[in-house]
């Protein structure tokens, strides 16, 4: 099956990180994919990053969620996301330490198998969050 | 489903604060406002979750702060109910052995 792609931007508030949660458990409902529940908590993460730290360059202060899929990948490619200068701030903390903050990047962590930022002083960058299909149906065998 | 939160406080001084809705970043400071008034004077909390669909890192982090300020006072807070899904993101974050949890999968020792 061919690659497909679904598109859905809003305004980087976090009163719209419902509307991202929607737009993408009913684009993973259409495409019978597992896990959709444990996805959608990871992309609701990372817009939530966005919203918490999002790249003042951008004038339109909105984020733009691609979900990308082929028979061997699911790929959530979100724009909007802060300075690289800003990528270290925005990292896990061990679950062992029991404090309030770094806690979604963690759920990403553990996701997703594959986390990254392609930096773009001019949009702020973009951060792409993997799920590799092929390896996961290998793992239900 | 619109977010809402409720306080009913029995005469043992125990509040049940009842949550309804999605627990994200937009509503989670609501929550924690509630908790914290919830405390205030009592003699603990039941935050009964069976009305919440959805959770996400900054609404386990309230129910962290919840667990802290309630730490401090020596007062009682549990959970009550927590569907499957929300159990499953406490289970993601490792801090189901952190709260006392009652119903829904059973009691856990908080």
Known sequence: MPSRAYLAEVPADASCLRAVRAFAAAVLAKEQIDESERLVLALDEACANIVKHRCPTIEDGRICVRLELTDATLRFRIGGFCKPGDVPKVKPRDFADIRPGGLGTAFIGEIMDRVAFEPDPERGGAMELVMERARRSEDDV | ?110
Not at chain 2, 8 to 18: C, I, K, Q, Y
Not at chain 2, 92 to 109: K, N, V
């Open chain 2, 1 to 110: 489903m619109t977010f809402d939160v409720s306080i009913e406080r029995g005469t043992s001084g125990l509040a049940v604060v009842r949550v309804l809705g999605e627990v994200d970043l937009d509503t989670s400071p609501r929550l924690l406002g509630n908790l914290q008034d919830a405390l205030r004077g009592g003699a603990g909390v039941v935050v009964d979750l069976a009305g919440v669909g959805y959770i996400d890192s900054s609404g386990v982090a309230t129910l962290i702060q919840g667990l802290k300020l309630a730490g401090k006072t020596k007062a009682r807070f549990a959970l009550r109910d927590p569907s499957p899904r929300v159990r499953g993101v406490l289970e993601l974050s490792r801090l189901t052995d952190l709260f006392e949890i009652e119903g829904a999968g059973g009691p856990t020792g908080g």
